[in-house]
């Protein structure tokens, strides 16, 4: 009689929930690394590697850090002056790309459809603190158009008014948003953005 095969026992992982074995091309393997390490080292010998050498250059930088002149026999460090310790939190986005800090700035576009018609594109405010919805309130009062607040093409909202008032805007936010200064307004005419003023 043939002997009876046992079925083959998976080690999965605890972050990503994959075969151990495919970790390497899972959605975030960096944050994979520390668990590999520890429970699968067999798996991937260039990590145990990789994080020996971590370990003993964070151990050496710690030597180092500690100086004769940086305390007492108690070993602890002194505080560091400006709190240039903490490390500024960086926010990824998928793919591993940094996120860009996105400036104060008030961007006013025109556009043309069915030749005639235009459509004046107010984008940044919300980054002043103004809600949306109440400056397009203001603006449909203010120039007897149509006003609303839209998701734009980078699902952000945006206020649309109806007509081409896009030099008229500019006086009009700065008067009434006094927070929203005139230089960080700035128009796109042609594919560029131009300062307004």
Same mark, same amino acid.
């Given at each position: 009689?043939?002997?009876?095969l046992?079925?083959?026992?998976?080690?999965?992982?605890?972050?990503c929930?994959?075969p151990?074995?495919?970790c390497?091309?899972?959605? !975030?393997?960096?944050?994979?690394?520390?668990?590999?390490?520890?429970? *699968?080292?067999?798996l991937?010998?260039?990590?145990?590697?990789?994080?020996?050498?971590?370990?003993?250059?964070?151990?050496? !930088?710690?030597l180092?850090?500690?100086?004769?002149? =940086?305390?007492?026999?108690?070993?602890?460090?002194? =505080?560091?002056?400006?709190?240039?310790?903490?490390?500024?939190?960086?926010?990824?986005?998928?793919?591993?790309?940094?996120?860009?800090?996105?400036?104060?700035?008030?961007?006013?576009?025109?556009?043309?459809?069915?030749?005639?018609?235009?459509?004046?594109?107010?984008?940044?405010?919300?980054?002043?603190?103004?809600?949306? =919805? !109440?400056?397009?309130?203001?603006?449909?009062?203010?120039?007897?158009?149509? *006003?609303?607040?839209?998701?734009?093409?980078?699902?952000?909202?945006?206020?649309?008014?109806?007509?081409?008032?896009?030099?008229?805007?500019?006086?009009?936010?700065?008067?009434?948003?006094? !927070?929203?200064?005139?230089? =960080?307004?700035?128009?796109?005419?042609?594919?560029?953005?131009?300062?307004?003023?």
């Amino acid at each position: 009689m043939a002997e009876k095969l046992e079925p083959a026992k998976v080690l999965y992982c605890g972050v990503c929930s994959l075969p151990a074995e495919y970790c390497e091309f899972g959605p !975030d393997f960096a944050r994979c690394k520390p668990w590999l390490v520890e429970n *699968a080292p067999d798996l991937y010998p260039d990590l145990l590697k990789e994080a020996n050498e971590k370990a003993a250059s964070n151990v050496s !930088d710690k030597l180092q850090s500690v100086g004769i002149s =940086s305390g007492g026999a108690d070993g602890a460090q002194p =505080s560091q002056p400006g709190g240039t310790s903490k490390k500024e939190e960086v926010k990824r986005l998928p793919g591993g790309k940094l996120k860009k800090k996105e400036r104060l700035e008030v961007i006013i576009e025109k556009v043309v459809r069915n030749k005639r018609k235009c459509i004046t594109i107010v984008k940044g405010l919300e980054l002043f603190g103004i809600k949306l =919805s !109440d400056a397009s309130k203001k603006l449909g009062k203010k120039f007897a158009t149509g *006003a609303s607040v839209v998701k734009g093409p980078t699902e952000k909202e945006q206020i649309d008014v109806q007509g081409d008032i896009i030099y008229d805007i500019v006086e009009f936010i700065t008067d009434t948003w006094p !927070d929203v200064p005139e230089r =960080s307004i700035f128009f796109i005419e042609d594919g560029k953005k131009v300062q307004a003023g």
